[in-house]
């Protein structure tokens, strides 16, 4: 979810999948910062390449620093059917 994000940044890695609010969250996520970009072009690129959706929100919904997540995660199935 992004709203208004304004001129915010992201730090990378060089990597389109991994990147941070800052170069200290970046490193404690084991990388090591090598880019700064603009989160408005960055987010949707990452969104690309993990397949993710990406929606904006407007003034109804209000994420911290304009940009929210869900998470979800397909839930695993036994051998036996269950």
Known sequence: MIGDIG????VDD????TVAPT???????GAAPERVLRADEALPM?????DADLVR??????PTDGIGAILRYLPRTSAGGR
Do not use: C, M, W
């Open 57 to 62: 929100v407007d003034e109804r919904v209000s």
């Open 23 to 29: 170069a200290a969250n970046l490193s404690e996520l």
């Open 46 to 50: 990452l969104a690309i390449a993990t």
């Open 7 to 10: 001129d915010a940044t992201v």
């Open 14 to 17: 060089g990597s389109p999948t």
